[in-house]
């Protein structure tokens, strides 16, 4: 193990205790533990077994059904998944970054090797898509014996990082509550030299995984129907333009709350083993099972849709980011507007950060709502990404508010009365 490993996970100035406050507590992680995957197999149930319909268990037999029975080739399959994964993840060079700064001050360094790993992994994909070598069907049938191993994959990755955390005494931001500290987890970054397993997790599996799905889905249309269905073509069109664009500014997630912030337990650890993958990938699910004539008119409309939301997200993104870098750096062909702060950083009053405090979470709900109109109005499930995403996007804004309202003290407010929309524009 390297020095860097000991300097992250033992007990040293980031190490602290904290109450078990979030999610209502330990009895809220302890249940969270339960409902988290329940609702992911629902999920699937109602796609595969429910005709992509909401639907009330009438029997055991029905909430029996919900979780599927591992079966050997979905084994090879998810075992052939991570090998190649983790493979091309050690292996593949790329370029050395520095992280932000941990609450201990401390930054970690990180091999960025995400984008080259998933090109390899799609060109490998669809070279035996082409070449019939894999039949995108074939795996599909296995989604549900798949989703039984991930989450149980989920469960002993959990467990072991939680061992991991107490064994070594870290403890870093743990309340010392055995179901609290599972769910939230009680290391920060475990990692095997560069080998960072949360930023892997999220990104090559939880990114990767759900790219993965989003060319399998329309292949096994495809292969069944002898044709791809329209609206097929924009959702799964759309992710994959939202998955890349992931890879391609990947060093972002080094500055992200999950990667500076959070521990890693079982609520990250499942969301990129499973909730990511199966759930973001329902809208295809249900047209698997749901045929959607979609009209040339409404995918036009729906492509742009996604566009203006692309970027909004991506332009957003950017401006801030090559703001913190030179504050000078005209914004829309402009010197930028900016607050001095007491706390030493400025704010930046131009372009889209002068419109609303948070256009890029606009962005991104704008694709997320193209995403799910794609499928019609025949059933609310391919519309559960907006709804799970809409409200979690809300509440983080109100999150990084008080944040901010810490860090910046009464510039915060006058930012605030510069800028009075939080979301949308003239609205929210
Ligand atoms: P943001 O990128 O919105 O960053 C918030 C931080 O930016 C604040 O804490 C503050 O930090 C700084 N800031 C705020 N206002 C200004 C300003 N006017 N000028 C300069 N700096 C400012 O936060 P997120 O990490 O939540 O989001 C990043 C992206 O990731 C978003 O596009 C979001 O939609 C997306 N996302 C996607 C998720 C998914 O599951 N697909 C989940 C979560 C996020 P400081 O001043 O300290 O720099």
């Not at 401390?106 to 035996?128: D, E, H, P």
């Not at 083993?273 to 699910?285: D, G, K, R, V």
């Amino acid at each position: 193990m390297s020095t860097e490993t000991n300097a992250t996970t033992e007990a040293g100035p980031g190490a602290q205790r904290v109450p078990a406050d979030h999610f209502g507590g330990p009895v809220g992680a302890a249940v969270l533990t339960f409902l988290v995957p329940a609702i992911t197999f629902y999920l699937w149930a109602a796609a595969a077994l429910h005709d992509g319909q909401l639907w009330l268990p009438g029997s055991v037999a029905d909430v029996l059904a919900m979780f599927p029975v591992p079966t050997l080739r979905a084994l090879g399959i998810f075992a052939a998944w991570m090998t190649l994964q983790i493979g091309l993840g050690v292996i593949v060079p790329g370029s050395i970054v520095e992280g932000g700064p941990l609450p201990n001050g401390q930054r970690l360094t990180y091999r960025l090797n995400g984008l080259a790993c998933f090109a390899i992994s799609i060109a490998l994909l669809v070279g035996g898509l082409a070449t019939g070598l894999v039949r995108a069907s074939a795996i599909l049938d296995e989604l549900g014996p798949l989703l039984t191993i991930s989450t149980l994959a989920a469960v002993a990755q959990a467990s072991w990082l939680y061992v991991w955390g107490r064994r070594r005494g870290a403890l870093e931001r743990s309340s010392g509550n055995v179901p609290y500290d599972f769910f939230m987890g009680t290391v920060l970054n475990p990692r095997f030299g560069l080998f960072d397993l949360k930023f892997f997790f999220e990104s090559h599996i939880g990114m990767g995984t759900w790219g993965a799905l989003a060319v399998l889905l329309p292949a096994a249309e495809l292969e069944q129907t002898g044709s791809l269905s329209l609206a097929m073509v924009v959702v799964s069109g759309c992710q994959l333009l939202y998955i890349v664009d992931f890879f391609v500014f990947e060093s972002n997630l080094l500055s992200m709350l999950d990667i500076l912030y959070e521990n890693y337990g079982f609520m990250l650890v499942h969301a990129f083993l499973a909730w990511m993958p199966f759930n973001f990938t329902l809208q295809q699910q249900y047209l698997r099972v749901h045929p959607t004539s979609l009209p040339v008119w409404a995918a036009v409309l729906l492509v742009i849709l996604n566009l203006a939301g692309y970027v909004i997200f991506r332009d957003s993104n950017l401006q801030k980011q090559r703001f913190r870098r030179d504050p000078k750096r005209p914004v829309w062909g402009k010197p930028p507007r900016t607050l001095k702060t007491k706390r030493g950083t400025e704010l930046l009053l131009s372009g889209w950060w002068g419109l609303a405090r948070h256009t890029n979470y606009l962005g991104d709900l704008t694709m997320a709502l193209s995403w799910c109109l794609a499928c019609g109005f025949g059933s609310v499930l391919p519309f559960f990404y907006f709804l799970y995403f809409a409200p979690l996007l809300l509440d983080r804004e109100r999150r990084d508010h008080k944040l901010c309202k810490e860090k910046y003290g009464d510039d915060w407010d006058a930012y605030c009365q510069r800028v009075p929309y939080r979301i949308v524009p003239w609205i929210y």
